[in-house]
Nanobody, 126 residues
Framework: QVNLVESGGGLVQAGGSLRLSCTAS????????MGWFRQTPGKEREFVAV????????YYADSVTGRFTISRENAKNMVYLQMDSLKPEDTAVYYC???????????????????WGQGTQVIVSV
């Protein structure tokens, strides 16, 4: 069974930091771009960050650029999202996802991702 499991969410004060982890099991994703998305109640899931399969390219949503950093360790089948200078508007459920195609360039489009984790809640208080 192929799974992505997110961890590292929690409650943090504005200005603080969290590091989310995504652990993959069941198969390797070293040939797939990996993305982070987030969702709040009543809103569509939105793109946060993506990293190419080799880790050489990263893209970020404008709202998190300069504050969040995505990285990966293919040997461990893991992806990370370092979140600094957190703001209350970053409060959401964060999802890790694997691109459906191998060796495709990193995409901001959630439709191009086929494997999703269950999400981890991040709450940023004022």
């Amino acid at each position: 069974q192929v799974n992505l499991v997110e961890s590292g969410g929690g409650l943090v004060q504005a200005g603080g930091s969290l590091r989310l982890s995504c652990t993959a099991s069941g198969r390797t994703f070293s040939s797939n771009s990996m993305g982070w998305f987030r969702q709040t109640p009543g809103k569509e899931r939105e793109f946060v960050a993506v990293i190419s399969w080799a880790g050489s390219r990263t893209y970020y949503a404008d709202s998190v650029t300069g504050r969040f950093t995505i990285s990966r360790e293919n040997a461990k089948n893991m992806v990370y999202l370092q979140m600094d200078s957190l703001k209350p508007e970053d409060t959401a459920v964060y999802y890790c996802a694997a691109d459906s195609s191998i060796y495709r360039g990193p995409s901001r489009d959630s439709q191009e991702y086929e494997i999703w984790g269950q999400g981890t809640q991040v709450i940023v208080s004022v």
